[in-house]
């Protein structure tokens, strides 16, 4: 028996949290996986309306985890924004598929990433999922982290084995973002952890801040060991963007690294040539 909306007395018990009536529906035998018009469980609903008591409840009678609703959330998906940790937590061990995507794209840790959850995101990277998926702006929950600043999960999903260089559909990769919207600490974070990757474009993270001026993040990349001599597929390199951009305290900075670079080489050459012509004496 259901109403218009197509909610079942479960439903209903649920959303209006009379967990006792809950107990009593599912000792009877009710079909607890049954949806309502918006395609959502009684699990879903009570989630949504966090009713965590009654979350915890439906779970000791085994639903099904992976119901997804007409937009294509399940509730592990939705109780990343409307659960307790301890809650998120108890729903992670009944077992529910960690990659599922809604109808954009977005799974249970990019929304983790979205909405900056960040002991939710432990939580799920402790359990295994798959960290380079891409919703259908093609970013990751890294690229989100990054936007959003959130340095602990960023530094949760690189320790998780998160790639650096994938772009979004705009060919933006995490640390592009992160220099965007100069969230420093986790610039130098991804700038250490992957100096000289290069997007479709042959530019890398150092070109780009050549090219945008930020003096800062040039000396840090060059200070952390950056390529400055790494080419774009246009056949420029940082260097050459500094001068087009007349950014001249970065033009100094990239000559200075180049000095010292061809100086080392030639230093090495002679002593490999010194090498040689003392063991022919």
């Given at each position: 028996?259901?109403?218009?909306?197509?909610?079942?007395?479960?439903?209903?018990?649920?959303?209006?949290?009379?967990?006792?009536?809950?107990?009593?529906?599912?000792?009877?035998g009710?079909?607890?996986?049954?949806?309502?018009?918006?395609?959502?469980?009684?699990?879903?609903?009570?989630?949504?309306?966090?009713?965590d008591p009654i979350v915890r409840l439906l779970l000791s009678y085994k639903p099904q985890l992976d119901s997804q609703d007409s937009y294509g959330n399940t509730a592990l998906i939705e109780a990343v924004a409307f659960c307790s940790d301890?809650?998120?937590?108890?729903?992670?061990?009944?077992?529910?598929?960690?990659?599922i995507q809604n109808r954009n794209g977005v799974t249970a840790l990019i929304r983790a990433a979205l909405d900056r959850q960040v002991e939710k995101a432990r939580l799920l990277l402790a359990s295994g999922p798959q960290v380079n998926i891409g919703d259908v702006t093609g970013a990751t929950a890294l690229i989100y982290a990054a936007q959003n600043g959130c340095y602990e999960i960023v530094e949760a999903l690189v320790q998780g084995g998160a790639h650096l260089d994938i772009q979004?559909?705009?060919?933006?990769t995490a640390l592009l973002w992160a220099m965007r919207r100069d969230h420093?600490?986790?610039?130098?974070?991804?700038?250490?952890?992957?100096?000289?990757?290069?997007?479709?474009?042959?530019?890398?993270?150092?070109?780009?801040?050549?090219?945008?001026?930020?003096?800062?993040?040039?000396?840090?990349l060059l200070e952390s060991g950056a390529?400055?001599?790494?080419?774009?597929?246009?056949?420029?390199?940082?260097?050459?963007?500094a001068r087009h951009s007349k950014h001249d305290n970065i033009?100094?900075?990239?000559?200075?690294?180049?000095?010292?670079?061809?100086?080392?080489?030639?230093?090495n050459a002679t002593v490999c040539e010194d090498h040689v012509?003392?063991?022919s004496e």
């Open positions: 028996m259901t109403d218009w909306h197509g909610r079942t007395p479960l439903h209903h018990a649920v959303l209006s949290g009379k967990e006792e009536v809950v107990k009593l529906l599912l000792d009877y009710v079909d607890l996986n049954l949806k309502d018009r918006n395609g959502d469980t009684a699990l879903i609903c009570a989630v949504t309306v966090r009713r301890e809650t998120f937590g108890e729903l992670l061990q009944s077992g529910p598929d960690l990659n979004d559909n705009r060919d933006q420093e600490p986790i610039t130098t974070l991804l700038i250490l952890s992957g100096l000289n990757s290069q997007d479709n474009r042959g530019s890398t993270a150092l070109i780009y801040a050549a090219l945008w001026g930020q003096e800062e993040k040039v000396n840090l390529d400055w001599n790494v080419r774009d597929d246009e056949g420029q390199t940082a260097l050459f963007y033009i100094q900075s990239l000559l200075r690294y180049q000095t010292a670079d061809e100086a080392s080489q030639s230093d012509l003392s063991g």
